[in-house]
C-alpha cells in the first residue's frame, strides 16, 4: 500500500508558500513612510533601480523642500529691489526697466513702505504710440499683494495659481516692506533656475549704441572695459567701473549728471542713493578720430 504520506508532502508545503507571499504583499501596503525621510530614501531607491530617473527624483526633492520652507527664506531682500518712484516719469525710470529686464516693478511713493501699486512692463507699450505726455500711473497700475514672510512657500504658490497673481510684496512684523518674491522664485525651488532668452546676456556688460556711444553697467569690471576700450584705468584701488566713477564724482550723483575721466565723458543713466547701475559712455578720442576722417573726406 503506497505511502500516503509522501504524496501529502507537496500540498502540505503549499499553504507555506501562499502565505509567505501573502505577508509579503501585505508588508508591501504595512510598510508606508513616517516621515519625509523614510519617502525620500524609497524615493531614491527607485531612482537607482531606474523606476524613476534623477531629474524626476530631483523635482520631487524639490517640491518636498519648498513644504518646509517660508519666504522670507528665497524672497528678493528689500535692498535689491528695483523699484519705480511714483513722481517719476517715463523717461526717467525707463532706463532701470530695460536694464533689469524684469516684467513686473513695486511703485513706490515717499519711501519704500508706501506701495501704491505693480507696473507691468508690458503697459508701457502704448508709450511708443501716444508718447510721454498721456501716461498715468492711475491708469496702469496693478493692486499689490501683501503677504507675511512666514508665509509657507507651497501655499502662496497655490495662491498664485488660483488667485493668478505673479509677485507679491513681504512685509515683516512691524508692517515694514522686507522684500518681493514672484512665482518664478518658487518655481526654481523646485525645477532649478529658469532661463528666458533675456537671460543669455545678462552678462554683456557693455553695448554699443552709436560708433562714439556706449551703454555701460556700472558693475563692469575694470579690466573688461580696460580691454574693450584698449584703456587704462587701475585695478588697484576699485574692481568695476562703478568704483572709480563714484571716486571722481566724489558723490552719490543722480540721474543725467556728467563727469569726464581720462578720454571717457560718463552720464548717469541710472542710480539709487546707494550705488550707480547704469552708465552712458561716451569715448571722446573715437569722437575726434571720427570727427578727422569725415573732415577729410
Same mark, same amino acid.
Given at each position: 500500500m503506497p505511502d500516503d504520506s509522501s504524496s501529502s508532502q507537496p500540498n502540505s508545503s503549499s499553504p507555506k508558500r501562499s502565505r509567505s507571499w501573502l505577508e509579503r504583499v501585505m508588508n508591501s501596503f504595512s510598510n508606508e513612510p513616517k516621515s519625509r525621510e523614510e519617502l525620500l530614501d524609497i524615493i531614491k531607491g527607485a531612482a537607482n533601480n531606474k523606476v524613476v530617473d534623477q531629474e524626476a527624483l530631483s523635482i520631487i526633492e524639490g517640491a518636498l523642500d519648498v513644504a518646509n520652507q517660508q519666504v522670507r527664506e528665497?524672497? #528678493? +531682500?528689500? +535692498?535689491?529691489? #528695483?523699484?519705480? !518712484?511714483?513722481d517719476e516719469k517715463p523717461s526717467e525710470f525707463l532706463p532701470k526697466v530695460i536694464e533689469?529686464?524684469?516684467? !513686473?516693478f513695486p511703485v513706490i511713493g515717499e519711501s519704500s513702505d508706501d506701495v501704491k501699486g505693480i507696473l507691468l512692463a508690458k503697459d508701457l507699450l502704448p508709450l511708443i504710440l501716444s508718447g510721454e505726455k498721456s501716461f498715468s500711473f492711475d491708469k496702469v497700475l496693478r493692486t499689490a499683494n501683501i503677504i507675511p514672510e512666514s508665509k509657507r512657500l507651497n501655499v502662496l504658490l497655490k495662491e498664485f495659481r488660483e488667485k493668478r497673481y505673479h509677485m507679491a510684496l513681504v512685509i515683516d512684523e512691524y508692517g515694514g516692506i522686507a522684500g518681493l518674491i514672484t512665482i518664478e522664485d518658487i518655481l526654481e525651488e523646485i525645477v532649478g533656475d529658469i532661463e528666458d532668452e533675456t537671460d543669455e546676456d545678462s552678462e554683456e556688460f557693455i553695448r554699443k549704441v552709436s560708433s562714439t556711444d556706449y551703454i555701460l553697467k556700472a558693475l563692469t569690471p575694470i579690466e573688461d572695459f580696460n580691454a574693450y576700450f584698449n584703456s587704462k584705468f587701475s585695478e588697484e584701488d576699485f574692481d568695476t567701473i562703478g568704483g572709480i566713477i563714484m571716486q571722481a564724482f566724489g558723490h552719490m550723483p543722480s540721474r543725467n549728471e556728467t563727469i569726464s575721466v581720462g578720454n571717457f565723458t560718463f552720464r548717469v543713466l541710472y542710480s539709487d542713493n546707494r550705488q550707480i547701475h547704469l552708465l552712458r559712455v561716451t569715448h571722446k578720442e573715437k569722437k575726434k578720430k571720427d570727427k578727422k576722417d569725415s573732415n577729410k573726406g
Open positions: 528665497i524672497m #528678493v +531682500p528689500r +535692498p535689491q529691489m #528695483v523699484c519705480i !518712484r511714483s533689469s529686464g524684469h516684467s !513686473r
